[in-house]
């Protein structure tokens, strides 16, 4: 079956950064940009996160837009989109907001190294379901087969973090990069970057062609395609 198209979608300052080295939520986008985030969040199947943007940001990963509701339903889509953790080890906090708004089933992607007991728990929350796919850490095929085949997930969108992104360029899983520029410089080499991880080689570096480039106030909102990787 074929595995659902995948969009990453996150905001960025001028020194490549996603948040500044407390890791902590901070308001530095624009009205706008939140806007096109939900706007972009509509659109999709399901809507997934590592499990330390799902703690900092505290996101419901909701629509929280009645019009946008309505424009889903009308193309025979649920309210809200599916709502995935991805977290190689569960130790998120039982108490972060995603688990408040019992608005959409979430679904839990971890590895083998998280605690039984710990699964356990999760499970027994209504609407939650958990996968044990992948032994160190996720394993993105399986679970991309998994919302593909079980959950009929077209249309994926990943909201972060770093960890998760790369995850998914080294499955060779994105389709599409969507990135806000904002006017902001946070400094720190340890605060984390649109895409951190391991790293590609020179010889496996990725490339994308630009789709669209708009300016709205002192931000960029700027569309990418991944060309695939170059057999020569």
């Known amino acids: 079956m074929k595995r659902p198209y995948v969009l990453i979608n996150m905001a960025m ?6 948040s500044t080295v407390e890791r902590r939520p901070t ?16 659109t999709a199947d399901a809507v997934m996160v590592g499990a330390r943007t799902a703690e900092t940001d505290r996101t419901s990963l909701s629509i929280p837009d009645a019009a946008l509701q309505r424009r889903r339903a009308r193309r025979g889509l649920p309210p809200h989109p599916l709502r995935i953790i991805v977290s190689g080890n569960c130790s998120f906090r039982d108490t972060i907001r995603v688990f408040e708004r ?6 839990i992607f971890t590895s083998r190294r998280a605690p039984q007991a710990k699964l356990d728990r999760l499970a027994r929350r209504p609407d939650t379901h958990i996968y044990v796919a992948g032994g160190r850490d996720v394993d993105v095929p399986a679970m991309l087969d998994i919302l593909a085949r079980e959950w009929k997930v077209k249309r994926l969108l990943a909201e972060g973090g770093a960890a998760l992104n790369w995850a998914l360029f080294a499955a060779g899983a994105v389709d599409e990069v969507n990135v806000t520029l904002c006017p902001r410089v946070f400094g720190g080499a340890t605060a984390p970057t649109l895409v951190d991880g391991a790293g590609f080689l020179r010889d496996r570096i990725l490339d994308a062609k630009l789709l669209r480039c708009d300016r709205i106030g002192q931000e960029l909102f700027l569309r990418y395609r991944r060309l695939p990787l170059s057999s020569g």
């Open 13 to 18: 300052t001028l020194d490549g950064k996603t």
């Open 27 to 42: 308001d530095w986008t624009s009205p706008t940009d939140k806007r096109r985030m939900i706007e972009l969040r509509a």
């Open 102 to 107: 019992p608005v959409s089933p979430i679904l």
